[in-house]
């Protein structure tokens, strides 16, 4: 048998993961708190750029005389906008320029996918960071317990994460 310090440590070894898998964890065991269903399905990438690309045909934006935005350039848009934490205008200056001319189309049809998502209880990658931060930073009691629970946090390759990632840690 495991004594206490023992076991503790494996129970804290137990939460090690990727930053979207331990998202999810929280996020289906704190879901309530959010309003969300806690059986919530996740998109993967290909998954989510289907549901931009049904929306994009729904909302006309596809048959454009000038050639709308891909799905999978939809899709990349709307997560650099996610996890850097920026204005659609500044991700579209700064990343995706070609595609400026779209701005209000893309708020339309990102404000469609984020409705269709929470119709059908749906995450992507994206909402279980953007997600988890919000848990985090508007239910303090669910932060504190977290913070007792887990007094360090190793992360691999710190130098690949994104600027929600570095707000998921530091606050």
Request: with cysteine; glycine share 4%; hydrophobic share 40%.
């Amino acid at each position: 048998t495991l004594g206490g310090t023992s076991q503790s440590l494996l129970q804290r070894l137990q939460w090690a993961g990727t930053f979207h898998s331990t998202g999810n964890r929280l996020l289906r065991h704190y879901a309530k708190h959010l309003g969300l269903d806690p059986n919530f399905s996740v998109l993967d990438r290909s998954d989510a750029a289907d549901v931009i690309d049904n929306l994009r045909e729904q909302l006309g934006f596809a048959q454009k005389a000038q050639r709308f935005p891909r799905k999978d350039v939809c899709l990349a848009i709307y997560s650099h906008r996610v996890n850097s934490q920026t204005s659609l205008k500044e991700t579209l200056e700064t990343h995706f320029p070609w595609c400026a001319q779209w701005s209000e189309d893309l708020t339309t049809l990102f404000r469609a996918y984020v409705d269709r998502k929470q119709q059908l209880s749906l995450l992507d990658f994206d909402d279980l960071l953007l997600l988890a931060f919000k848990l985090l930073t508007e239910h303090a009691g669910v932060r504190e317990k977290w913070q007792r629970r887990f007094g360090y946090l190793m992360v691999d390759e710190f130098q690949d994460t994104n600027r929600l990632q570095l707000e998921l840690v530091t606050n």
